[in-house]
Every structure is written in C-alpha cells, then in structure tokens.
C-alpha cells in the first residue's frame, strides 16, 4: 500500500505546552515503582517490543541472512548452506529483470522527487494564503490521497486502455497505456504523481502555518521579493518538513509495489525489485535465497535513508 | 525607486493577478477530479451503450453496474473481510502503541531513545523486503482449528492483522510519545501521592488526554488498514479471504475487462474512504499532519 506516510514530528519544543521535563527530574522515577507497577510497566514495554522484533527486526536480519544461503524454501533448516555471494551474482549477471527493475525504481524516484514533490511544494505555496474557494481547491488535490494505489490503478484504467480509454479517444491513437513497455512506467508515474502531490501539498501547507509570519514581513520589509523569501527564508526555515517530504517520496518510490501489482503483476516494462521478490518468493518457482538478495539491496536502498531520518529526530530528541 | 513604487504597484497588479491565480487553480483542482469523477460517471453507464457510441458521449444510464459488481465481485463477503481485518488491528494498534509511548514519555529508561528509534525505523522498511522470512514464519506456525481454517497463520486473516499492526505501532508510538511529553509531570506526581497505580494513572489520566491524536490516528489507521493491499494479496491465498482492495482483481477479466463494471466496484470499494474522508476530513488531515508540526 501506499508508503505508510511516517510524518515525524519536531519536537514540541515550546509550543505553548508543558516545558519538557528534565532530565534530571525524570532519572530513577523506575526506582519508585512498587512491585505490581513494576510489572505493569514492563508488560506495556514488552509486548509493542515484541511485535516489533518478530514481525519486523528478525524479518529483516533473516532477509540478509538468507540471502547468503541456497536454501529453496523446502528442505529442513539445518540443510542451509552457506554460498557466499552467489546470488548476488546471479541476480547482477545471470536474472535479466533485475536491471531494468532498478532503472524503474530509480526513475520512479527521480519522477517524485524533481518533478512530483516540487509541483506538490508549489501547490502548497499558491494556497497558502486567504482566498475564496481554498478549501475547495485543497480538498481536491489531496482527494486521492485516501485512495489505496491499487485503487488508483484501477481508476486511471478508464483512461489509459487501449480499446476504451479516453485518453486514445481524445488523441485518436491505439496506444496499450498500461500495456506497452515504451509509455507504461510513464503511465503508472502520472497516476502515482496525482496521489503524491496532494500528500506533499497537505504537508507543506502544515509546514507553511507553521513558519512564524513575522519572518516574512521582515523580509518583506527588506525589499525581497515573494520567491526571494520563499528560498531564502522559507524553505530553509521548513527543515524538519523537508527532511520529512524526503523520506516520504523515497519510501513511497520503493513502495510503488501496489500500482504496478494491480495493473500486470510488474512485468512487461514495469518490473520493480518490490515485484520480482514477491514473484521469486510466491510465484511457482520460489528461489529465497535469489528473492532474498534483491530484498537486502532494497533493504540497503531504504537503510540509507532511514538511518538518516532516524538519527535526524534522536538528535533532536536527545536536545529535550 | 523600483522599491518606493512597488506597494503601489502591488495594490494595482493584485485584482488581475489574483483572477489568474484562481483560473489556474481552478483548472488543477478540476483536473484533480476528473479521474474520480470520470470513474463515477462511467460506473452509471450501460456497457453495451459506451461500447456502440464510445465514452466520449451522452447517455446509457443504469444502475445494473452496481447490482452486478456486488453481486460478481461479492462485496458483502470482502466488505467483512475489510472489517475483520481493520477493526482489530486499529484497536490492538492504538492500544499498544499508547502502552508503549506513555513509558517512552513517563519514564526515562536507559533503553528509552534506542527503543524510539527501533520502532521508529521498522515502520519505514520496505514491506517486500521482509516477506520471505514472514512467509515462511507464518507457515510454520500451527494454530488449532477453532483460530484458523488453514492451520496455520498463512492464508489466514489474523496473520495480515498482526503484520498491520507490527508496521503501524512505529509510527502511532512517535506522534503519540511526543504528544504525552506535554502533558505536565505535576500532574502525574499529584496522582502519584494520591496512591493511584501506573495503570490508574494509564487509563484514567493519559488515555483521556490524549482524545485529539487518538481520534486523529484512528482516523488515519482505519483508512491506511482498509487500502493496504501487499500483506493481504500475498498472505490470504484464497479469494473468499481477500478485505476489498485486495479482491478487486477478481472484477478485472483475463480476456476481457467491463471498464464501467470495474468503475463501479471501484466506486464501491471507496465508499467507506470516502465516508471517512468528508466527515472526518479534519482528523484525517491532522492525522497525516499531527507527526509532521508542533500540535
């Protein structure tokens, strides 16, 4: 589904609240707890944890793990060999999708980030003032941000067939949208980019009233131009969001999963290393060490980024 | 000079600029529309009509679509299913997660900001990349009969239940620790003198507190668990397991796809969104935004 939006917050650091307790005050408050607090506490900690750790750490670690292995996902654990980088091998020289499908993942975040996202970040800015008829523009745009993508690719169906779609009958050509490998990627990121701009407008336009007025009327005292203040001061003010939009468009670019699943199953011009894992895993020829490489480089592709957020928000945690 | 006259200029430039500001979001904005709006339309239409005389014309209006995409893609079922999958998993999710940021936020364990991060980073790991090992785990887990039809927790709707809610607690657990940090600690030292135990202090001090971001999350959980689509294509096998999103496909022909039927199933399946969407569009907004801003 669409890339569970992981909007992360900054620090509530003033914001007309209860300043932040001190560290010092909350040290050793553990201490105090009687016995059946005690357990109390440690229940609520341990079971969200454990959720956490199965479902989704040990997945993860078992995902490298495998991938060095030639396990086929029948024979008894202990059977596992180890076999080095061989997969990875296979799945760089001898698995011909695997290099389209990372062409299509990176085109698919270069589409969101230079073209998506900053469209998004206009959008925000135009309605980011009083106005008649606002709410009704910006209700439009982020519409399709409560459409499942798999929806979404059903939706644009009726737009993109080859024998009924609109978009042939306005054109007056015989284009297959989804189909033909020369247009489809294009077809499925002007869909995805018709949900993605209203969830960057919507977050921009939060990150917008959050920028303190009176920094624009300075500058605007200064003589600056409207984008003089939106670049120069603005944008860089905005930090936390940007960082935020970033992940976003990066997390939603892995995900893309959806879409492409409904409209083929990720074939034919719209492999994604999303779908050849999910085919080489439930498909009829489950390879899971093969399938568990492409996992970890996508695991690899997404680490990056999350190491960066993460430590983003811990460092500003840690400030409180 | 340019900067003496610009207010002047400014005052004179605004009327006709702001006409192209609003000619121009009105085009986007109906633009944005159209493809919903197309879809809606066209689920209204006789096939056998928009066949003969093309999309692009007047007419052939029927409800038939409808009656026919409930009855073939056998929404009620999938509507169910829907609903047995998203219920739990939102309750279990923000229960958990509310678990989880009152000791985040009221306690200052060692562990405290590693665990942040820990949830933090699992919620945005790519789903693929962790369903070979989750397969597989769920396969080799035995359940009696009574919990499960196929024995074990594949193809099975509590397994997609507890993936929904092992990929949600992170980012439920962020907006809802940073929230609870404003709550003022005098307030819990008082109820702490009064003797009230930690789950006192739990139910009947923090949760009521914390109304605004639970109504917003709930808001968010239920649309994000009703569109999620990969956990339950992958895990449920059989189709009559299938929540809506991930049955439409069965309206999709091999050889031949009813466009206005799909349009109508499709129209369909955003009902419940859709419903959210209009009458809680301020959770639902502050929900997506609650994480991002102060408040």
Redesign the interface.
């Known amino acids: 589904?669409?890339a569970?939006?992981?909007?992360?917050?900054?620090?509530?650091?003033g914001?007309?609240?209860?300043p932040?307790?001190p560290?010092s005050?909350?040290?050793n408050?553990?201490r105090?707890?009687?016995g059946?607090?005690l357990v109390?506490?440690t229940?609520?900690?341990v079971?969200?944890?454990l959720?956490?750790?199965?479902?989704?750490?040990?997945?993860?670690i078992?995902?490298v793990l495998?991938s060095f292995t030639n396990w086929n996902?029948i024979g008894p654990l202990n059977q596992i060999k180890g076999i080095g980088f061989t997969n990875y091998v296979n799945v760089a020289t001898n698995y011909p999708p695997f290099w389209p499908a990372l062409r299509h993942n990176l085109t698919f975040l270069a589409v969101l980030f230079l073209i998506a996202t900053p469209i998004g970040m206009f959008?925000a800015v135009?309605?980011d003032k009083e106005?008649?008829?606002s709410r009704?523009?910006q209700?439009?745009?982020?519409?399709?941000?409560?459409?499942?993508?798999?929806?979404v690719g059903?939706?644009?169906?009726?737009?993109y067939?080859r024998d009924?779609?609109?978009l042939n009958?306005?054109l007056h050509t015989q284009v297959d949208w989804y189909g033909d490998p020369n247009y489809n990627l294009w077809a499925a990121l002007v869909a995805t980019s018709?949900r993605h701009i209203?969830?960057i407008m919507?977050?921009y336009?939060?990150?917008l009233?959050?920028v303190d007025g009176s920094l624009r009327e300075a500058a605007a005292i200064d003589?600056a131009t409207e984008v003089q203040t939106f670049f120069r001061i603005v944008f860089p003010v905005m930090r936390?969001?940007n960082v935020?939009v970033l992940?976003v468009t990066v997390?939603e670019s892995?995900?893309a999963?959806?879409l492409v699943?409904?409209i083929n199953k990720g074939r034919n011009g719209l492999e994604l290393?999303?779908t050849l894992?999910?085919a080489n895993?439930?498909g009829e020829a489950s390879r899971?060490g093969f399938?568990?490489a492409m996992?970890?480089i996508?695991?690899l592709i997404?680490?990056v980024?999350?190491?960066a957020?993460?430590s983003n928000?811990?460092r500003e945690?840690?400030r409180? | 000079m340019t900067t003496t006259l610009s207010p002047d200029a400014r005052v004179k430039r605004a009327p006709g600029r702001r006409i192209v500001l609003h000619v121009f979001l009105w085009i986007v904005a109906l633009s944005w529309l159209f493809p919903l709006g197309w879809a809606v339309l066209n689920s209204f239409r006789d096939y056998a009509y928009t066949a003969i005389n093309g999309y692009v014309s007047f007419g052939g209006f029927t409800l038939q679509n409808y009656v026919n995409a409930w009855r073939q893609g056998d929404f009620g079922l999938h509507f169910w299913n829907s609903a047995v999958i998203t219920v739990p998993a939102v309750v279990i999710t923000l229960f958990l997660a509310s678990c989880m940021a009152f000791v985040l936020a009221r306690f200052s364990f060692r562990f405290n900001l590693a665990l942040l991060g820990v949830f933090l980073a699992a919620n945005l790991l790519p789903p693929q990349a962790l369903l070979v090992p989750v397969y597989r785990m769920f396969r080799a887990v035995s359940l009696p009969d009574w919990l499960s039809s196929s024995g074990s927790l594949l193809n099975n709707q509590l397994g997609v239940i507890l993936v929904n809610i092992a990929f949600q607690l992170g980012f439920c657990t962020f907006v809802l620790s940073n929230y609870m940090k404003t709550i003022p600690a005098e307030i819990y030292e008082s109820a702490r003198v009064d003797g009230a135990s930690v789950t006192r202090q739990f139910f009947q001090l923090t949760l009521p507190l914390c109304r605004p971001p639970l109504a917003a999350l709930a808001t968010l959980q239920v649309t994000w668990i009703y569109n999620e689509f990969f956990w339950a294509t992958v895990l449920l096998q059989s189709g009559d397991k299938f929540p809506i999103t991930s049955s439409l496909n069965s309206l999709q022909g091999q050889f031949f796809t009813d466009y206005n039927l799909l349009s109508a199933g499709s129209v369909l399946a955003m009902l419940p969104v859709l419903v959210i969407f209009f009458a809680l569009q301020r959770q639902f907004v502050s929900g997506l935004t609650l994480g991002s801003t102060k408040g």
């Open positions: 589904m669409t569970e939006p992981t909007t992360a917050p900054r620090p509530d650091t914001s007309g609240g209860a932040p307790t560290a005050a909350r040290k408050r553990v105090k707890l009687s059946a607090d109390v506490v229940l609520m900690t079971i969200p944890t959720f956490v750790l199965v479902l989704i750490w040990f997945p993860a078992a995902s495998l996902g959008l135009l309605l106005m008649r008829f009704f523009y209700t439009a745009i982020y519409l399709p941000v409560v459409l499942s993508l798999a929806l059903f939706i644009w169906q009726l737009i067939s009924q779609g609109l009958a306005v018709w209203g969830y919507l977050l336009l939060a990150g009233k959050a003589g936390p969001i935020i992940v997390i892995l995900r999963f959806d699943w409904v290393i999303a894992v999910t895993v439930v899971i399938g568990s996992a970890t996508m695991l997404s680490s980024f999350v190491v957020y993460v928000v811990m945690e840690r409180k």
